[in-house]
């Protein structure tokens, strides 16, 4: 997460008071889901292990690295059905001085009507490539940041790809160039605005690796009371899911992230969940973000637990998700 090097204050952090979020909406007689049971522990690791290995050199855009981790991706797309939405799964960004590509999938929605509509689901598969060696250690592997949001939505894409069960289209984006500034984010948002496409939502995984060291929310959502999505995922879930933590605040974690083009661009809820808390994990940016320190229990729970959420919001008859004051 491009944390807009702020890390070396969080990683001296102490613990912080959490805002409290209501519950008030997640009312009796509201229609909730439970979780499912697709997600492994097994395949979390499988592909957790992948792109955080050493092999992909810590997957720094236009390396060698991360066109390993680019042909894996495009590979998981074909296998599951999803079409590339332009000519190709890889979207060449415009605005890098190598070659770099987000990977972009696409699902056609089932409703006649509703797949005229979109809904993104992406996360940052790039990192920082080779940097300071720690102990001999020289590879930023970015098992946490952000090898386990890809992670979570290569788990997004089987699970779509095999049920088909949008109602409205999907695109699943593996973004590149993140760590560059949100190059890759800020090229594909603009790309799809100039298009004009019909975007509900745009949902992002962010550091998903590791639990929060607190029991009274799974995850934390960023721009909290930008729209309702928060709300609504814990109506959904009937469990409190996300909520709201002080640092997203303080240090601007809404923009920090590929969400934020997508807000930027169409004026849409566009937002990040993340269990990244800055008391849960010491080696951001650092060659000890590896696999081993991972936890693909944790993982897969957070994915069973968001998808029927996910798919009850893209298959909602109206825009029920919406920017707060609209």
Same mark, same amino acid.
């Given at each position: 997460?491009?944390?807009?090097?702020?890390?070396?204050?969080?990683?001296?952090?102490?613990?912080?008071?959490?805002?409290?979020?209501?519950?008030?909406?997640?009312?009796?007689?509201?229609?909730?889901?439970?979780?499912?049971?697709?997600?492994?522990?097994?395949?979390?690791?499988?592909?957790?292990?992948?792109?955080?290995?050493?092999?992909?050199?810590?997957?720094?855009?236009?390396?060698?690295?991360?066109?390993?981790?680019?042909?894996?991706?495009?590979?998981?797309?074909?296998?599951?059905?999803?079409?590339?939405?332009?000519?190709?799964?890889?979207?060449?960004?415009? $605005?890098?001085?190598?070659?770099?590509?987000?990977?972009?999938?696409?699902?056609?929605?089932?409703?006649?009507? #509703?797949?005229?509509?979109?809904?993104?689901?992406?996360?940052?598969?790039?990192?920082?490539?080779?940097?300071?060696?720690?102990?001999?250690?020289?590879?930023? $592997?970015?098992?946490?940041?952000?090898?386990?949001?890809?992670?979570?939505?290569?788990?997004?894409?089987?699970?779509?790809?095999?049920?088909?069960?949008?109602?409205?289209?999907? #695109?699943?984006?593996?973004?590149?160039?993140?760590?560059?500034?949100?190059?890759?984010?800020?090229?594909?948002?603009?790309?799809?605005?100039?298009?004009?496409?019909?975007?509900?939502?745009?949902?992002?995984?962010?550091?998903?690796?590791?639990?929060?060291?607190?029991?009274?929310? #799974?995850?934390?959502?960023?721009?909290?009371?930008?729209?309702?999505?928060?709300?609504?995922? $814990?109506?959904?879930?009937?469990?409190?899911?996300?909520?709201?933590? !002080?640092?997203?605040?303080?240090?601007?974690?809404?923009?920090?992230?590929?969400?934020?083009?997508?807000?930027?661009?169409?004026?849409?809820?566009?937002?990040?969940?993340?269990?990244?808390?800055?008391?849960?994990?010491?080696?951001?940016?650092? !060659?000890?973000?590896?696999?081993? #320190?991972?936890?693909?229990?944790?993982?897969?729970?957070?994915?069973?637990?968001?998808? !029927?959420?996910?798919?009850?919001?893209?298959?909602?008859?109206?825009?029920?998700?919406?920017?707060?004051?609209?």
């Amino acid at each position: 997460m491009k944390f807009i090097q702020l890390i070396a204050i969080a990683l001296v952090l102490v613990s912080c008071k959490t805002a409290q979020v209501s519950n008030e909406n997640v009312a009796q007689g509201t229609s909730t889901v439970k979780p499912i049971s697709f997600s492994t522990t097994e395949s979390v690791a499988k592909t957790l292990s992948f792109l955080a290995s050493d092999d992909l050199e810590g997957r720094d855009s236009g390396s060698e690295g991360i066109e390993k981790a680019a042909v894996f991706l495009e590979n998981l797309m074909k296998q599951n059905d999803l079409k590339p939405y332009f000519k190709t799964f890889r979207d060449t960004l415009s $605005n890098f001085d190598k070659p770099a590509y987000n990977i972009v999938g696409y699902l056609e929605g089932n409703d006649p009507k #509703l797949k005229n509509e979109f809904v993104i689901i992406g996360a940052h598969y790039d990192h920082i490539g080779r940097i300071k060696a720690v102990n001999g250690d020289d590879i930023g $592997n970015g098992a946490n940041d952000n090898a386990s949001g890809s992670t979570a939505v290569t788990e997004l894409v089987k699970y779509f790809g095999k049920n088909k069960s949008n109602k409205r289209s999907l #695109l699943f984006v593996f973004f590149s160039a993140e760590e560059k500034g949100l190059l890759g984010s800020k090229h594909l948002a603009k790309k799809l605005h100039d298009e004009k496409m019909d975007l509900y939502f745009m949902f992002n995984f962010e550091m998903i690796g590791v639990p929060m060291k607190r029991d009274d929310m #799974l995850m934390y959502i960023t721009g909290f009371g930008k729209s309702n999505m928060a709300d609504r995922i $814990n109506e959904i879930s009937g469990e409190k899911l996300v909520g709201y933590i !002080p640092m997203q605040t303080q240090y601007q974690l809404f923009r920090a992230s590929d969400n934020y083009p997508f807000y930027t661009e169409f004026n849409v809820p566009a937002q990040t969940v993340s269990t990244f808390d800055f008391e849960n994990f010491d080696f951001y940016h650092q !060659p000890d973000d590896e696999f081993e #320190l991972m936890k693909p229990e944790h993982m897969a729970n957070v994915i069973n637990k968001m998808i !029927p959420v996910l798919e009850q919001m893209m298959n909602a008859s109206t825009k029920e998700i919406q920017l707060n004051g609209k």
